[in-house]
């Protein structure tokens, strides 16, 4: 508990200062093991899948390289024991608000179109995580064509920053008191 409260005080307070170690119950932990869960659900992360994801980890959650590489090992591992999404997705709906979760699905497809395209495997488990999170059909379709969208513009453009398309996470405040 103790650890949780550390991690959204220092969230708030905008400290740069990573932690050595990432709490179970860190919102960034599950948040990540979704991210790890798309880019490996095909039973082999590509390339492209893993450099999206440690750009992604260290941008939206303005970890340095290390304390990125940390919380991706330790988002595999929390990946690997699950048994099922709801307890990342249970976490996730208890400590952001609606434009945080939507984040995610957000990071979910961006992670899904990292390889160039989307498989079933990867569309399914959007999906599922976006009925877990309480995101609509309709915003999972829109936040899928947005990043399509963002994805296929910079294939033919100089690669912009991923905040230019997706908006810095900094920006989506974890729910008050939870």
Known sequence: MFEALKNLVTDLVGDEAAPRAFAE???RVAAAALLVHVADIDGEMAAPERQRLKSLIAQ????????????????????????????????????????????????????AYADGRVGEFEENVVWRVAEL??????????????????????????????EEFIGPWSAVKPVAGR
């Open 133 to 162: 999170l309480g995101i609509s059909s309709r915003e999972r379709i829109a936040l899928r064509q947005e990043v399509a969208a963002a994805q296929a513009h910079a294939s033919r453009a100089p690669q912009p920053a991923a």
């Open 25 to 27: 119950d860190d919102y």
């Open 60 to 111: 939206r959650f303005g970890l340095d390289p290390v304390a990125s590489a940390r919380l991706i090992a330790t988002a595999e591992r929390a990946d690997r024991e699950s048994v099922d999404l709801y307890h990342f997705t249970s976490l996730l709906k208890r400590a952001l608000d609606e434009p945080g979760r939507r984040k995610v699905i957000e990071m979910m497809w961006d992670i």
